[in-house]
């Protein structure tokens, strides 16, 4: 067990060595500032790029998407744990974790056919609604992108990161004390009161690691985000707008595999591609502290 352990760290370590091997020599000849400016030419002499359009959509939709998925994840396990009868929790169950297994690419042909058109096109009345009550801030206004917008890839990322959410959530709901229960039932609690009490506090931790699980996985994802998101323009103005196009740490990566023929421009996909290790680990390095105190209290 210990090297079983130990082995996975050496992994991690590994990955994180390579990745900064081979990004470092593009970063010292890179002429831009790398975490603030937009400007993406690794291939020109010097090089030039820097990740903070990246940066951004990469975040923005990973937030949004737990925003959506989180609260719904969450609902969904306690239907399943504690009001749906088992002949009906059982199926709901099988039906949620067979989300899992449909692939990304599924997804994102789905989001861009069939759900692009009906939530995120202009004439949208998801789109309106939005538009017209919070389009004075500017990560709603309008913008000229139809289809292929940050909000439809957060949707689509929102669904595939359900499925994990809510099979954690619900493990965890399950065990929680009899005990626990009863005595809040003693009580006179009903059965809302029961959830608050009892149910919630004790599956707060393990509700918060799978919240940090899918968000994870919703950094990361690639194929989806590279089929939904469209790109933007050379040169074109930054637009921080959920309704503009953009690309992800992992698009950009995927949408340029074919361009890695030199090892100035290699070093500055995987000089992103670092950052988005360290952004993932953070990430989870908070949950666990989050975690730690919770369990502490």
Do not use: C
């Not at 899992?100 to 949208?124: K, R, T």
């Not at 992103?272 to 949950?287: E, H, I, K, M, S």
Request: net charge positive.
């Amino acid at each position: 067990m210990r090297g079983a352990g130990l082995a996975v760290v050496l992994l991690v370590a590994l990955v994180g060595i390579f990745l900064t091997w081979k990004a470092v020599p593009s970063l010292l000849h890179n002429k831009a500032p790398f975490l603030t400016s937009r400007v993406w030419s690794p291939d020109t002499n010097p090089p030039r790029f820097g990740i903070a359009a990246l940066l951004w959509t990469t975040v923005i939709s990973s937030i949004v998407a737990m925003l959506l998925a989180v609260p719904v994840a969450v609902g969904v396990a306690l239907f399943i744990t504690q009001y749906a009868p088992k002949r009906l929790a059982t199926p709901v169950a099988y039906v949620v974790d067979l989300l899992a297994a449909v692939p990304s690419i599924i997804f994102g042909l789905w989001g861009i056919a069939v759900l692009g058109p009906v939530l995120a096109a202009p004439n949208s009345g998801l789109r309106q609604g939005i538009e017209n009550s919070l389009g004075w801030i500017p990560l709603f206004s309008s913008t000229g992108v139809s289809a292929g917008n940050v909000f439809l890839a957060s949707i689509v990322l929102a669904i595939m990161i359900l499925p994990i959410v809510t099979a954690l959530s619900r493990e965890v709901f399950l065990q929680v004390p009899r005990a626990n229960i009863e005595a809040a039932q003693a009580l006179g609690a009903t059965k809302w009161e029961t959830i608050r009490m009892a149910v919630l506090p004790f599956g707060r931790p393990g509700v918060i690691s799978a919240s940090m699980l899918g968000l994870g996985r919703a950094l990361g994802e690639t194929i989806a985000v590279t089929i939904i998101l469209s790109t933007p323009n050379i040169g074109a103005p930054f637009d921080p707008s959920l309704w503009a196009g953009g690309e992800t740490f992992a698009s950009k990566i995927a949408n340029a595999a074919g361009e890695f023929d030199t090892p100035q421009k290699t070093g500055a996909y995987i000089s992103a591609g670092l950052v988005l290790f360290v952004v993932t680990f953070a990430v989870n390095a908070v949950a666990r502290v989050v975690i730690s105190r919770r369990k502490e209290v």
